[in-house]
């Protein structure tokens, strides 16, 4: 019968469980299979004058809202890295 218990700082430096990484490879063709196959539909869409012009105002604010995501994306992960870079985190 171990009746060992960690104290306080020893919880505190015990391991994390081992989270297995997912290939960012995969993910990333497959978002610019989704990006090129809506930029298609976009072109389409924009290029025909069938097309109501509601669908044409929300496809360009979908493409507006993309870009705000990405610079906020890229901003955060910028800021990120310096902040982890200032604290010795990895």
Known sequence: MNDTQLGPA?????????????????????????LVAFAAISVFALSHANISDETKG?????????????AGFWFGSNVASKVSSLTGRK
């Open 10 to 34: 020893e919880e505190l430096q015990a391991e994390p469980p081992h989270k297995p990484a997912v290939g960012y490879r995969p993910l990333l063709w497959l978002a610019i299979g989704i």
């Open 58 to 70: 929300g496809i360009i604010i979908t493409w507006n809202n993309l870009a705000i995501m990405v």
